[in-house]
């Protein structure tokens, strides 16, 4: 079956450090690959997304870059904000075996510091 | 704004006391999914809707029920709350296997 793997938090940094957020898969078709971004109190947000090997997703400074051969979607931001701090949910969506139902990750909390 | 709304935002309820959370939708998606999140945990599945044919995990206990009268409406209906139902409860919809739009959520406290 499908699975993510995320790596455990907190990650804790200060402002302006760089972030790597690792997120590997298993699936047995050819998945879409999504971040999603989780304020206090909040819903689920979609960050960015990859549909295919080799496709990256970018957005507000986020990165992330879909690895065929390393089977990975890892996110990645230069310089991060206060206003980063959220949880980091890493998902993938395969429906070559006729599911729809997304899988994701356990979740990775983002703590920023002034 | 095309969106997914979630009502009310904060419930509190009884133990055993029959409560509904409703979620509408603007983006006419086909597949509507409730979600329950528990604190630091991710959002686990209860049930989804592809247009009218409902689908329930597994492991989604009887006490949780849910209805979809049309496309924009979902309700979840919870039947008798123990303690251990208090959540966020989460509704998505979604165009087949593709990005999901979340609710902001409906924080449920059972006293």
């Known amino acids: 079956g499908n699975s993510v793997t995320q790596m455990e938090g907190p990650v804790t940094l200060s402002e302006e450090a760089f972030l790597t957020i690792n997120c590997t898969y298993t699936a047995t078709g050819y998945p879409s690959l999504f971040w999603y971004v989780q304020y206090p109190g909040e819903g689920l947000q979609l960050l960015l997304k990859?549909?295919?090997?080799?496709d990256k997703g970018s957005n507000k400074g986020f990165e992330a870059t879909y690895r065929k051969e390393t089977t990975s979607f890892h996110l990645e931001k230069g310089s991060v904000q206060v206003s980063d701090s959220a949880v980091y949910f890493c998902a993938l969506s395969d429906s070559s075996g006729g599911s729809y139902i997304p899988t994701f990750g356990r979740g990775t909390s983002l703590i920023v510091h002034p | 704004d095309a969106m997914v709304i979630q009502n009310p935002r904060y419930q509190v309820t009884q133990f055993g006391k029959p409560v509904t959370l409703s979620c509408s939708q603007t983006l006419n998606h086909n597949v509507m999914y409730w979600y329950q999140q528990k604190s630091s945990q991710a959002p686990k599945l209860l049930f989804h809707y592809y247009d009218k044919d409902f689908n329930n995990e597994a492991d989604t206990p009887d006490n949780f029920q849910s209805r979809r009268p049309n496309t924009s409406f979902c309700f979840l209906d919870i039947r008798s709350p123990g303690l251990g139902d208090a959540a966020m409860y989460l509704c998505?919809?979604?165009?087949?296997?593709?990005?999901?739009?979340f609710g902001p959520g409906t924080r449920l406290t059972v006293l």
């Open positions: 990859a549909t295919k090997a080799d």
């Open positions: 998505a919809t979604s165009s087949q296997a593709s990005t999901q739009y």
